[in-house]
């Protein structure tokens, strides 16, 4: 037990910056629908290069197939986080609060229900932001959990688009003195077509992570200006 003469006073509090960041969610996802149905469905409009045939003045125009869509359904898992509330809180000083305790225990007991919310909703911003990152890697979200059957959510990516390097395909690490090194930005290139090719939508963005090796500067700022609409 502490010396009750003794006399301390709380001067900083340290927060938790290991906070969810939503960068991924916010640039690439961000559109947000709600609905109140047990599943969802999206309409896929399959389309397809075709030209206009030619024909003879003289003949009838050529019978042409319509463009086909299809529907996808899903029925998604549900985000629960359950909390078992600490009865002793409302008597015990909470963080940040004067030593010695300068609050009700109705007030801890709100502020502890506050800490504890929004610790939940950066668990939920984590969990989105994971499923933001496996659509983007590999095109696909698998959702798995206790009392769910695991479904795989395929946004049907052409194979491919997902690309990994290996062997001799890697990007190298380091450069002679003197000498040049084209292939980040010559693989850069080649894989915006092929995004253009098998999509027919623009890429907007390039992004590198941290633990493969390789960061930005590695491409020649000459070579990233034509690449500026990159996804």
């Known amino acids: 037990m502490e010396n009750i003469f003794d006399t301390s006073v709380l001067v900083q509090v340290v927060p938790n910056l290991k906070t969810s960041q939503n960068w991924l969610l916010d640039r690439f996802f961000p559109n947000v629908v709600t609905y109140e149905t047990e599943e969802v469905a999206i309409d896929v409009d399959v389309g397809l290069r075709r030209m206009a045939p030619f024909v003879s003045p003289l003949v009838e125009g050529k019978l042409v197939e319509s463009r086909k869509y299809q529907t996808n359904t899903f029925k998604p898992a549900y985000i629960k986080d359950k909390r078992a509330p600490d009865l002793r809180k409302p008597i015990r000083r909470q963080i940040g609060e004067r030593i010695g305790g300068e609050y ?70 380091t450069v002679a003195a003197g000498a040049t090194n084209t292939q980040p930005s010559d693989d850069i290139e080649i894989w915006q077509t092929t995004f253009l090719k098998e999509s027919g939508s623009v890429a907007t963005d390039l992004v590198f992570t941290n633990n493969h090796g390789v960061h930005s500067d590695w491409i020649p700022p000459s070579r990233i200006t034509p690449l500026h609409s990159r996804r």
Not at 153 to 173: E, H, M, N, Q, Y
């Open 104 to 173: 009700t225990a109705a007030e801890r007991e709100m502020l502890n229900l506050q800490f504890e919310m929004t610790d939940q909703i950066d668990m939920i911003n984590r969990r989105l932001e994971w499923m933001a990152a496996s659509a983007l890697v590999s095109g696909t979200v698998t959702v798995a959990g206790e009392g769910y059957e695991t479904q795989v959510v395929d946004f049907g990516r052409a194979s491919d688009l997902t690309i990994t390097l290996s062997g001799s395909d890697k990007w190298p690490l």
